[in-house]
């Protein structure tokens, strides 16, 4: 596992852009495993940035998303899928074919699962897979408790979740209670993982996932044991760590 140390939000975002660009760079027809969220809006918008200036081409990128909320549309402007156009796609000259989310409307969840691994699996796997980390630790939407060995699967999403993510709905009653994820086993699958953390509210999160012992009860501890694993963190998230001061 390396740790990188970023001063605040923006340096994270720089960091994580430049880990991006750089698996871009290397192989244009990547795989990319994409995150929503709070955390890679910044590392989206640098992409953007250097995409506007010349210095990147997704013309060849493919992408694989985490996650949606079951019962929500491409249209829906709280689904992973109207996010990922709105704060990413809509401005790289990526192609939308090669842009997968699970479908938040399937009528058959278990089917969309299957279907899901299989576009996985197809596309030979993901080269690089961005993370944000749950304040309960959860990544996706594995949530504690998760089994290590799943892969794409339907979840009930938990307490904690739920609170912190009704602040995008305009009640807390029409936040969706279950979403599609794909599993932990599909996250340790992938070539690289990165995870971008920032802010004082998941300082308990990383010092548990990453300075604590590996249990299903904190999912992202898992990474411990990915073969090439990167956290960039800010200092906030960073500062319940143990002997801080010793990670650059
Ligand atoms: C989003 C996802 C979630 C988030 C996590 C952190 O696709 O899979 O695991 O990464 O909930 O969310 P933010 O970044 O909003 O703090």
Redesign the pocket.
């Known amino acids: 596992m390396r740790v990188i140390c970023a001063q605040d939000y923006d340096a994270m975002s720089r960091q994580a852009a430049n880990l991006i660009s750089a698996q871009v760079l290397l192989k244009p027809d990547c795989v990319l495993g994409l ?6 809006i910044g590392a989206y918008g640098q992409l953007i940035r250097w995409h506007r200036q010349g210095d990147l081409d997704f013309a060849r990128v493919k992408t694989v ?3 949606e909320y079951v019962g929500l549309g491409v249209t829906d402007p709280q689904s ?1 899928a109207y996010f990922m156009r709105k704060t990413f796609f809509d401005y790289i000259n990526i192609n939308l074919c090669n842009t997968h989310i699970p479908n938040g409307l399937a009528p058959d969840a278990g089917l969309e699962c299957n279907r899901y691994d299989e576009v996985i699996q197809a596309l030979g796997g993901v080269d690089l897979q961005l ?5 309960n630790g ?4 594995n949530e504690p408790g998760t089994s290590f060995v799943k892969g794409t699967h339907c979840v009930e999403l938990s307490q904690t ?1 739920i609170e ?2 009704a602040r995008f709905f305009t009640t807390a009653e029409l936040m969706p209670r279950r979403a599609f ?1 794909v599993g932990i086993f599909d996250i340790m699958q992938a070539r690289r993982v990165v995870m971008i953390v920032s802010g004082r509210h ?1 300082a308990r999160a990383v010092r548990d996932s990453f300075w604590g012992p590996i249990t299903p009860r904190v999912p992202a501890s898992i990474l411990q044991l990915h073969r090439n694993f990167t956290l960039v963190a800010d200092q906030a998230a960073l500062s319940l760590v143990p002997g801080e001061g010793a990670i650059s």
């Open positions: 995150a929503t969220g709070d955390s890679p998303n985490l996650d992973y993370l944000g980390l749950g304040a959860h990544i996706g939407f979740t912190t993510n994820t998941k």
